[in-house]
């Protein structure tokens, strides 16, 4: 086993290095840090004048486009009156087999009401579901072309249809709340 001399003090070892590291480094002759003539700033940047213009109106989308979006707002929305004729009659169900056993004949009665319910919003849901794939469609087609008159009235119905299928869906989330 090799044992470490005790007589040198515990600072003479790094010294010892450092200053024959030190030695190496003076003999070697090292670029100068002061900047070069390539990294000066010289020359001037051309002011470019900004396009004070104003963006020009979108354009109209087309007849046959608002057709279809005309085609599915009113296929939502006749999808939600029929939801709502069949509201009252699921929240009168709900209501009386609200705290009723499961499997009981007025909790299964309600849950079938439910799903009547929920079928009646399945013609707003179609109609969110192409007006997605409208819009989605529109949104690519504009970022494109510049062109956002298509998408933006495709948000429109898309938001409005979106409005009505959220309603449907606060009033099934709180009747089945209720029903468990």
Partial sequence: MIRASTSLPP??????LALALS???ATKDYPSLARRPAERVTGTA???APDLRPAPPPAPPSTQFTGRLSQLVEQARG???RFADRRGAAERLVAAASGAAQASESWAVANVALGDLDS???DALVALGELDALYAAESVRASETGESGNAD???AAHA???ALVAEEEALLAGLRSRLR
Avoid: F, K, N
């Fill in 11 to 16: 600072l003479a070892l790094p010294l010892a």
């Fill in 23 to 25: 030695a190496c480094a």
């Fill in 46 to 48: 051309e002011v470019v």
């Fill in 79 to 81: 999808g939600h009156r």
């Fill in 120 to 122: 009646a919003r399945s």
């Fill in 153 to 155: 009235a495709a948000s």
């Fill in 160 to 162: 409005e249809v979106g």
